[in-house]
């Protein structure tokens, strides 16, 4: 499934379309500010994505689809849901989302275990040009591009105060993610 997607629609792909006068507008808990780098911005939400919108582009970053989507992020959603929220975005914001270039991606996935996650972290050893990095919360294998990690997806509910539904309440799952954290366009060898 897809996870975290950081997006970005920039002005030239809706020239017609003035950013900062027409998207706040459909936010909400909006704030301003300047970014010494980009100029003024606004930032907003809608409902659990958070959105920077500034005169040149708008950005959706560091945001959970499935969140946005189902209300949570430990489902799995098929590419049919993530061509939906993706024209849901689209909708809600009056922008043509389709257009944006994606510069972050996450997948990940759950695996039920018969044990306590941080049991199984011993057995997965190292990962060829990879830094493994044992930390509190899980496994981390890092990479300057890309980041492979493994954790306690109940621990982590818990601990970020969101409610565990009932029919995992007494589950082990075993959380993965695969995340390209920059240079997608090289990584994947696609525009």
Do not use: W
């Given at each position: 499934?897809?996870?975290?997607?950081?997006?970005?629609?920039?002005?030239?792909?809706?020239?017609?379309?003035?950013?900062?006068?027409?998207?706040?507008?459909?936010?909400?808990?909006?704030?301003?500010?300047?970014?010494?780098?980009?100029?003024?911005?606004?930032?907003?939400?809608?409902?659990?994505?958070?959105?920077?919108?500034?005169?040149?582009?708008?950005?959706?970053?560091?945001?959970?689809?499935?969140?946005?989507?189902?209300?949570?992020?430990?489902?799995?959603?098929?590419?049919?849901?993530?061509?939906?929220?993706?024209?849901?975005?689209?909708?809600?914001?009056?922008?043509?989302?389709?257009?944006?270039?994606?510069?972050?991606?996450?997948?990940?996935?759950?695996?039920?275990?018969?044990?306590?996650?941080?049991?199984?972290?011993?057995?997965?050893?190292?990962?060829?040009?990879?830094?493994?990095?044992?930390?509190?919360?899980?496994?981390?294998?890092?990479?300057?591009?890309?980041?492979?990690?493994?954790?306690?997806?109940?621990?982590?509910?818990?601990q970020n105060r969101h409610t565990v539904p009932h029919s995992l309440k007494e589950s082990k799952l075993l959380r993965y993610e695969l995340r390209f954290k920059k240079n997608l366009k090289q990584q994947f060898k696609r525009k």
């Amino acid at each position: 499934m897809y996870d975290t997607v950081n997006m970005i629609l920039f002005k030239h792909s809706c020239p017609e379309i003035n950013f900062t006068n027409e998207v706040p507008k459909y936010l909400v808990e909006i704030n301003s500010g300047t970014d010494k780098r980009f100029g003024r911005y606004y930032m907003g939400q809608l409902d659990s994505l958070f959105v920077k919108v500034y005169d040149d582009k708008v950005l959706i970053k560091n945001n959970s689809l499935c969140k946005y989507y189902l209300g949570n992020n430990y489902e799995t959603l098929t590419m049919d849901d993530t061509k939906n929220i993706i024209e849901s975005i689209s909708d809600s914001l009056h922008l043509p989302f389709r257009k944006a270039e994606v510069f972050r991606i996450d997948f990940a996935n759950n695996l039920l275990m018969n044990h306590e996650p941080s049991l199984y972290y011993s057995y997965l050893g190292e990962k060829p040009r990879y830094k493994r990095l044992e930390q509190s919360d899980g496994l981390y294998y890092k990479i300057k591009k890309t980041q492979l990690c493994f954790y306690d997806k109940i621990k982590e509910l818990k601990q970020n105060r969101h409610t565990v539904p009932h029919s995992l309440k007494e589950s082990k799952l075993l959380r993965y993610e695969l995340r390209f954290k920059k240079n997608l366009k090289q990584q994947f060898k696609r525009k």
